[in-house]
């Protein structure tokens, strides 16, 4: 019964070999000729900003903490009016598996994937990326999300403001 699990397994690789021996090879001339990714494919990483063109970023720590393999790293800091950036910020690219966790974890889509796929380099050095190296003009992928509108109550406009955000209840009145 083993035996023919054996002969099975090996006629079933030797189809696999013998089927590809026939087909066209699809060789690109790569870098001259560039492979189009499929849409979701995951690169390089960008910060972006909101659609008042101020950085997104919050510099709340969190793609830090969800990154696997701890590489990003950042100072935060705060504005006289209360909201914060990142004083610094990097993502060291020789260790980043572009597993998306860092934009999963965002709260405030500043840090997102692109499809770039051209950031080879020999000198690991010039692998880490500094803010000015990340942060970009535009939104990205959500060009109408902007965080504070929905979560910076109290920082960038009073209360009672925001987006979505109903005006503050007086408690007193509510005694009975
Ligand atoms: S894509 Fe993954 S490995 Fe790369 S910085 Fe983000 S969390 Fe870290
Ligand atoms: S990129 Fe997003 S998750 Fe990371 S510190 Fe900035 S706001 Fe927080």
Redesign the pocket.
Known sequence: MSILHDIQAILGGMWITWKHIFRRPETISYPEEKRVPSPRFRARIV?TRDPDGDE?????????AACPVDC?S?QSAERENGRRY?AW?RINFSRCIFCGL?AE????L??QMTPGYEICNRDIMNLVYEKEDLLIDGCGKDNSYNFYNHAGIGVTQPRGAGAEELPPVDVRGLMP
């Open positions: 910060l997104r970023c919050v510099a709340c720590y969190l793609c830090s990003i950042m990142a910020f860092c974890a965002c709260p405030t500043a840090i």
